[in-house]
């Protein structure tokens, strides 16, 4: 198998609903450090897996769409308990829409599934992985 | 699969059994930096696959029956030859069962397997995976 | 020149005023992961620049009132225009004030100043050095 | 699972082939910061699933081939458009068979697999894992 | 004072002239991890050392000269022995020029310095420390 | 100012004396992630401020002496609470013999002077830095 992961960052405020969070319920923030790693059995003619400048584009445009905002008040998000699991599958199947929508390439097409992981900080960190389906 | 990662670190004395080890027979030591990951299917309905709290709380716990030790004098460890992968299972064990005691909280029940990985230098980290039982 | 370091981090949300912030005016967050950085010409008799175990303590401590909160609707920051760099004074100065008020024990009355670093992102980081006076 | 990784790097210069790559089709050069991780259920009688000072020097063997050169002149890769991925695989496979020829130990002989991933900077790796046949 | 350090990165070949670089005096390549400080006495009104997002920028500019190039054919070093010290302290010079431009906007101006630092590996890396003139 | 850095690490036992120390008075042991910083204001006509190579096996054989043993027992310690400010003076101590020696090479002899850094962990960190003797 091989894998390939690109790098970004994402700055959001939010708070989380749930007495197991403790002091998290209240408004704060993080840094989420984005790692998003694709992962395919065959290269293509080219010899990739995936276009590692697509790959870089994309995660940054999904990441656009939360950076410098405060979740808390994100429409996209109203039904969802912002966790670091949470957002992971949420960067993840917008990811997976996106390669499906053919944005990652010719080469993204042969896909076997995704992995995207926030490090939350230099202690801790959380990732979600999913299968693709061919296209 | 979900997975969430918690880092923390244990300063341990040791020496090795074996001519393999050559220099590392003797009486040596070692920071272990140590990620404890565990890995679920399913989140709970507070959107996590463990308390990242509890889990902070545990692998400290667990750690401390070995920091600032000579892992060769402590008597739970007499019929083991310390290695970092012998040193990963052997932590990854003590999580296994803190985690059938309950101590990680209702969202660990799930959990489908952990991983400690221990980093003995910035060259050099071992792992040891394995399944949990469901509870 | 001794220098010692220990790190921590603290999630905080927060809004920057400028037009120069862009985005980042809107309300958004950030995890710092924050390096406190202790320098002296002298050893004490120990052998130590500063009790690190007192300097991780002290610096906790610090950041334990930032953590998990909007600092923008914090009083003790309400003059305060919270980039990355007036932070790394703000910590700075209160970890001064405890050096001063003999929080970081004996070994610190030698100390000739301190770094306070924040890393916003893998890619961005900001610090404030300052002297301090022998009390 | 057990596993262990050695860390190691090579520096080099090549140009890729196709309009994918953009100005990567140009002679340029890469560091790559290589990391081999060897795989396996067991332990032999010492506690290890690899001996690492010699996994460190195998993969410091195999690396010299290909250091401070520039891969479009190698002739073991003329047939190769040596991309992250493609070289991945390629030094898997030098590791395989020096697994293969027993060139790391009685212990390496129940390897069940090894990934060996290889980061071109701070925002970009890629890897190949692939299994090992028993010897 | 206070520093503000951004990352980027750059990916060339080259080779280097002299005995005392070995093998490295084949045409060989290199990722170099580029981190620019830039250090003040004093933040401006909005309370910052210098525009993180046009230090972000301008690094990026400056690195885009070298990016995807084999430095030997380059007109611009033809007199530059490609180190990786004379690297950092060409790309310095340039931001230097950067900021006498105006380039990093009216924060800029109060600038004493700048470090520019090169990651050539995970164990090797070179800088170059100057002053500023006021401007 | 130039400045080059070599990464190397040491792993060793040792306890600490004084009850500042607490359970660190008990033998325990530590890997200690070690940088070599030599800082110099001008390049020799090869364009380095130090032979990496050279500086790269310096560190490594200062190192040996430490590496793999308890340095409660080695004689050259023997009068040295070994805190991690006082290895890494004795470190850089050892390391400006070298440079008086001639050991790192002629570009090393306008050296201004070197810092020794030692990483105990991921969150802590000691270093000492000295001029050193134009020779």
């Known amino acids: 198998m091989f894998r390939v992961t690109v790098r970004d960052h994402v700055m959001v405020a939010h708070s989380l609903r749930g007495e197991v969070f403790g002091p998290a319920q209240r408004l704060h ?3 989420y450090v984005v790692d998003a790693t694709f992962a395919g ?3 293509d003619d ?3 897996v995936v276009d ?3 790959a870089t ?3 940054h445009e999904v990441l656009a769409d939360l950076n410098y905002r405060n979740l808390d008040d ?3 998000l109203a039904a969802t308990n912002t966790t670091t699991e949470m957002l992971a599958r949420w960067i993840a199947d917008r990811l997976a829409d996106r390669v499906g929508a053919g944005d990652l390439g ?3 097409r042969d896909l076997a599934g995704l992995t995207v ?3 939350e900080s230099h202690v801790a960190w959380a990732s979600y992985e999913r299968p693709l389906s061919p296209t």
Chains 1, 2, 3, 4, 5, 6 share one sequence.
């Open 117 to 119: 992981t926030l490090h």
């Open 29 to 31: 923030g993080a840094t």
């Open 57 to 59: 584009t994309v995660l």
């Open 106 to 108: 010719a080469a993204a």
């Open 46 to 48: 080219d010899g990739i």
């Open 41 to 43: 059995e065959r290269l």
């Open 52 to 54: 590692i400048g697509r």
């Open 74 to 76: 994100e429409a996209a």
